[in-house]
């Protein structure tokens, strides 16, 4: 299905620049705002699009994608929380330091340097640690195993979401993740919850690495969609789940385009 091709299209974040740190945390995010313009949704007779627009959702639900489209319509900065995350967790791996040791996880990310840049010509963001670029390893099938072990570390997620919140002061952007509109930005005037079943995600996912010429059956996927699932919805720092106020966008059935007009229509309602 068409749909179901372009959803398997990955997109990443676009963010910018800034030092913070927290227990001795210190990530330097380069703040690059979406080269795109601003274009039909703030034009004319329309209404003005919302300042931030939240969306969370389990993995493969097509956040990045719809993300990236909505953000170059608008012209908005698109921040995806869960490269961050997941650079804490490459260190680790790549340290030898085990992703369950809390301890030692918040001591390894105190000494990190991330920078997050602009997506690429291709609409793919890079991201250096340590001056490295390793965009191209942070799905790495490892990668995607133990990051939920480190995303549940309460004092890594402070770190983030004070940064989070202040890329979202600026306005102007779609923040992508787990626990965005109900935790990082209770007030964003826009938020959008998407989901779909375990079975058409593993679909999607694997149809999207089988895009970057890597092959994992599908079935591997899924078992690992369902316990990543597992654990971020029953951790006990900001557990996945939707806002109250979210609307939510059960995409199984629907094309990137119907998922895409959805999101639009809430953002134009708000
Ligand atoms: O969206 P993603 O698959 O790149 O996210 C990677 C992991 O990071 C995922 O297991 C959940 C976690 N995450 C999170 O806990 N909170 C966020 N705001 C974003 C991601």
């Not at 939240?54 to 993300?67: E, H, L, Q, S, Y």
């Not at 997620?157 to 509109?181: K, T, Y």
């Not at 999207?208 to 971020?232: A, F, N």
């Amino acid at each position: 299905m068409l749909g179901c091709t372009q959803f398997g299209l990955r997109s990443r974040a676009s963010i910018g620049v800034a030092l913070f740190g927290l227990w001795g945390l210190h990530i330097l995010v380069r703040s690059l705002t979406n080269d795109q313009t601003s274009t039909d949704l703030s034009a004319g007779t329309k209404p003005a699009p919302a300042s931030v627009i939240a969306i969370d959702g389990p993995a493969a639900t097509g956040k990045t994608t719809v993300g990236l489209r909505l953000a170059r319509e608008l012209g908005y900065r698109l921040v995806d929380t869960g490269m961050m995350y997941r650079a804490v967790t490459w260190l680790a791996l790549k340290r030898g330091v085990d992703p369950s040791n809390e301890v030692a996880v918040i001591e390894l990310s105190g000494r990190a340097v991330i920078e997050l840049l602009q997506p690429d010509a291709s609409g793919t963001p890079r991201l250096k640690i340590d001056g490295i670029d390793i965009t191209d390893e942070l799905r790495a099938p490892d990668v995607d195993r133990n990051v939920s072990l480190v995303s549940r570390v309460p004092q890594v997620r402070e770190a983030m979401v004070r940064r989070q919140r202040e890329l979202a002061r600026e306005g102007r952007l779609i923040m992508l993740g787990r626990d965005i509109g109900s935790v990082v930005l209770t007030d964003a005037p826009v938020k959008i919850y998407l989901d779909a079943s375990a079975a058409e995600r593993a679909r999607r996912r694997h149809l999207e690495l089988k895009e970057d010429g890597i092959d994992r059956p599908e079935q591997e996927i899924y078992d690992e969609l369902v316990s990543r699932d597992e654990m971020d919805r029953n951790r006990h720092a900001s557990p996945l789940r939707p806002a109250d106020d979210a609307t939510i966008i059960d995409t199984d059935h629907l094309t990137l385009e119907e998922v895409v007009e959805e999101v639009r229509r809430a953002a134009a309602a708000s």
